[in-house]
């Protein structure tokens, strides 16, 4: 199976009570079930975010034929998306009207082992799933 993938990173308010409440309620039965059906409406297939101090990095694998602004913009629309990133912006260094598509910025891949091609990041990177 063919898909892309991108990652992406956002820096959360430098305040061990605040990460420590971001990181509980991204636990799984906290985590707002709208939201991930969203996601998964608009062609995101799989999430993980992870954390070193106040930084998060998130990689994100989609459909093969993703359009990263279409579904930025599509998943804003969906029912309790802009009510979720309103209420995650208490943790996030960012204001309390961002999108998801406006706060989480693209990384550059700058490195891969057996590296054979580049990419810009906001065409995500092509991966080949091994079963």
């Known amino acids: 199976m063919k898909f892309k993938r991108y990652c992406k990173t956002i820096q959360l308010e430098n305040d061990p009570a605040l990460i420590e409440a971001y990181k509980k309620v991204h636990q799984p039965e906290a985590s707002w079930p709208e939201i991930s059906q969203g996601m998964k409406e608009v062609g995101i297939l799989d999430m993980e975010i992870y954390i070193h101090e106040n930084r998060l990095f998130m990689i994100m694998d ?38 998801a598509g406006e706060k989480w910025v693209l990384m550059e891949r700058i490195y891969e082992m057996d590296q054979r091609q580049t990419f810009d990041a906001i065409d995500g990177r092509q991966k080949q799933a091994h079963e």
């Open 62 to 99: 989609t459909v093969a034929d993703f359009d990263h602004d279409a579904a930025m913009k599509a998943l804003a629309e969906k029912p309790r998306q802009a009510e979720w990133e309103a209420y995650v912006s208490q943790f996030q260094r960012t204001s309390s009207e961002a999108t």
